[in-house]
């Protein structure tokens, strides 16, 4: 089929990419003329484990094409929009790219043609895109909602193997169309649920409140934990076992960030307020993601005094989580501003956020080249964010390399008991400290 896609991002180069890659012919748009200008020269302006080379591949085979001009689109079958819906200052979302976009495209419709809606957005807005293009154009047209549900760090693998796929649309025409798209997905077993527009957009608002209240959750589990001198991490085991429950999103840490679960938590929890509902888990949830992302500071002012001049810390790792250079939201960004503010001095490294953190904050830190030289002659170390080649260090490598045998671990990624036969204080969540 004949696609485009419409703002290419995390979720609209993964999808134009990952659609091309089955098969359909994806054009992609995007206002940002530097993005369009690096993937037209083979390059990818972000990172998502496997995507540079599918994006080459189906560049090369002619399936996937970029540009900034919506006149180029020609005449789809199906229309993408994967455009940011980022808070607004009262915390709904804010839907004017989306709504921008749809009247846009609105005057370039040539025969029928299915409008996908993949940003996350509060129930109503596909009756919203739908007013928007039907002033436009005489032109008749379908919009759809298509919630997105990949994971970034695993982009390309959650699109190609999707656990679902959720398609809201009233019409019967629209939802052939859409079976068309993914065909390539639902013959290798991925169901596709349909439903009417609301329930699909809210399954996705539902879907991210319901993995933020397990996080949470979890998390005000381990601070217990703490206090009664139980492990989180045997806890964990004992409960993800059930089936009920599962194994998954019961990590305990220092909080969710990133571009997704904290608007999206916010923007429900809007949804709801405006209709008069108060969502009293999602108070709950918010508020204790805010303490978590500054549990490291409590603990290191706990250890240290409120005066940190002169104590320098390593932070392993920027980015939200592993495998992405993300940094929207980041629990890093939270943690060295009141650092700094208190006089310390940070030697941070991570494996690919440090260009995305070097425009925020310039200089303020000190970017290593490496894991061990961010560690050389720092104080303490803090372990932010979760990469694989952090657990993979020795202990003893930590401690030829620091000045102070000190770690605060954010991310639980060392063995306490291993930590102490070292000869380490160590701090981590939910487990005894060393
Ligand atoms: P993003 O900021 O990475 O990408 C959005 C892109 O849209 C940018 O490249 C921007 O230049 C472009 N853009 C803005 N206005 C445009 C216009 N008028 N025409 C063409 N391009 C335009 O955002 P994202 O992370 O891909 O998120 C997009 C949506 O998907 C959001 O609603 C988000 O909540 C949702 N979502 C994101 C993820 C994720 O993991 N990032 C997962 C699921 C859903």
Request: net charge neutral; aromatic share 8%.
């Amino acid at each position: 089929m004949r696609l485009a896609v419409i703002g290419t991002g995390y979720v609209g180069l993964v999808t134009g990419t990952c659609l091309a890659d089955v098969g359909h012919d994806v054009v992609c748009v995007d206002i940002d003329e530097s993005k369009v200008s690096q993937l037209r020269r083979g390059e990818t302006p972000i990172y998502e484990p496997g995507l540079a080379e599918l994006v080459t591949r189906n560049a090369a085979a002619g399936r996937l094409r970029f540009t900034t001009k919506l006149a180029e689109i020609d005449d789809p079958d199906a229309i993408f929009f994967a455009l940011p819906t980022p808070p607004n200052g009262d915390g709904s979302a804010d839907l004017s790219f989306v709504l921008q976009a749809a009247g846009d495209v609105a005057k370039m419709l040539k025969t029928y043609t299915v409008l996908i809606n993949k940003s996350t957005v509060p129930v109503g807005t596909a009756e919203k895109v739908r007013a928007a293009v039907a002033e436009r154009t005489k032109v008749k047209f379908n919009v759809v909602s298509n919630p997105e549900f990949l994971r970034e760090g695993f982009a390309v693998s959650d699109f190609m193997q999707p656990d679902r796929i959720v398609i809201g649309t009233s019409s019967s025409k629209a939802q052939k169309v859409m079976e068309e798209i993914y065909h390539p997905f639902t013959t290798e077993g991925a169901p596709l649920i349909v439903m009417d527009e609301a329930s699909s957009e809210m399954t996705k608002y539902a879907a991210n409140s319901f993995l933020v209240t397990k996080i949470s959750f979890m998390n005000e589990i381990a601070n217990l934990c703490e206090l009664v001198g139980a492990n989180v991490d045997m806890v964990r085991a004992g409960i993800g076992s059930d089936e009920r429950i599962g194994p998954r999103f019961l990590h305990a840490g220092i909080g969710y960030g990133g571009s997704c679960f904290p608007k999206d938590v916010m923007a429900l929890w809007k949804i709801a307020n405006q209709e008069g509902y108060r969502f009293k888990i999602l108070d709950a949830v918010m508020r204790i993601n805010r303490l978590q992302k500054r549990l490291l500071v409590d603990k290191i002012v706990q250890k240290y005094g409120e005066d940190l001049n002169g104590k320098t810390f390593a932070m392993w790792g920027l980015a939200f989580k592993p495998d992405t250079d993300d940094i929207r939201e980041a629990p890093s960004l939270e943690i060295i501003k009141p650092l700094l503010a208190r006089g310390a001095k940070i030697q941070a490294y991570d494996p690919k956020a440090m260009p995305n953190v070097r425009k925020q904050l310039g200089n303020k830190i000190t970017y290593s080249p490496d894991a061990l030289s961010a560690i050389t002659g720092a104080d303490a170390l803090l372990v932010v964010t979760e990469w694989k080649e952090f657990a993979s260090t020795e202990p003893a490598e930590l401690a030829k390399h620091l000045k102070r045998k000190v770690v605060f671990d954010g991310r639980n990624i060392f063995d306490p008991d291993t930590m102490k036969e070292c000869g380490f204080t160590y701090y981590s969540i939910g487990r005894p400290h060393t």
